[in-house]
T-cell receptor, first 118, second 111 residues
């Protein structure tokens, strides 16, 4: 069964450094997402991406963050100048295209990348 | 702003018991509601998706109901097994693509 994959599974970085989290969505999906979960907190939406541009973003997704689909298979989240409060589990998700658009499709989640900022 | 609340936060039951997990949400203008399962190190898995026009969905031993007008959903698990131990998340989707998550109910099924 197709699945979303994410690398690395755990990333440790120093405060102020840049990190890139990588995701390979399910191959025929068209909609891509990033969410994060701070330890002990709810999963929170960061951004959605369709047709090579951001379609929606949350207030968390400020200028520190960027997303890119550099080729036909990868989807990346870049965090510039990391802060201690960026420590969280970051989940990538993708969905296909049901007849009613993205809201009729389940989003399939990857296993997550645990980011630790020291 | 949509808020999703789940009760209880944690639940421990003996194997074989039937159980109900509860979810409430503040904005009834949802497009769909899902129940996800979260296992450590394995991401999030959608169990059931209920469109706003539906009242319930069933999959195997799982049954989810939706009462949109009162802002409530329940997940019923029949004949629980140790393999059902996980955190169960109630998730709504409104007029956009983003999913809004509850904090979850951590279920432990004891053999």
């Amino acid at each position: 069964e197709p699945e979303v994959t994410q690398t690395p599974s755990h990333q440790v970085t120093q405060m102020g450094q840049e990190v890139i989290l990588r995701c390979v969505p399910i191959s025929n999906h068209l909609y891509f997402y990033w969410y994060r979960q701070i330890l002990g907190q709810k999963v929170e939406f960061l951004v959605s991406f369709y047709n090579n541009e951001i379609s929606e973003k949350s207030e968390i997704f400020d200028d520190q963050f960027s997303v890119e689909r550099p080729d036909g298979s990868n989807f990346t989240l870049k965090i510039r100048s990391t802060k201690l409060e960026d420590s969280a589990m970051y989940f990538c998700a993708s969905s296909g295209r049901g007849s009613g658009g993205p809201r009729t499709d389940t989003q399939y989640f990857g296993p997550g990348t645990r980011l630790t900022v020291l | 702003k949509q808020e999703v609340t789940q009760i209880p936060a944690a639940l421990s039951v003996p194997e074989g018991e039937n159980l109900v997990l509860n979810c409430s949400f503040t904005d009834s203008a949802i497009y769909n509601l899902q129940w996800f399962r979260q296992d450590p190190g394995k991401g999030l898995t959608s169990l059931l998706l209920i469109q706003s026009s539906q009242r319930e969905q069933t999959s195997g031993r799982l049954n989810a109901s939706l009462d949109k007008s009162s802002g409530r959903s329940t997940l019923y698990i029949a004949a629980s097994q140790p393999g059902d131990s996980a955190t169960y998340l109630c998730v709504t989707q409104g007029g956009s693509e983003k999913l809004v998550f509850g904090k979850g109910t951590k279920l432990t099924v004891n053999p």
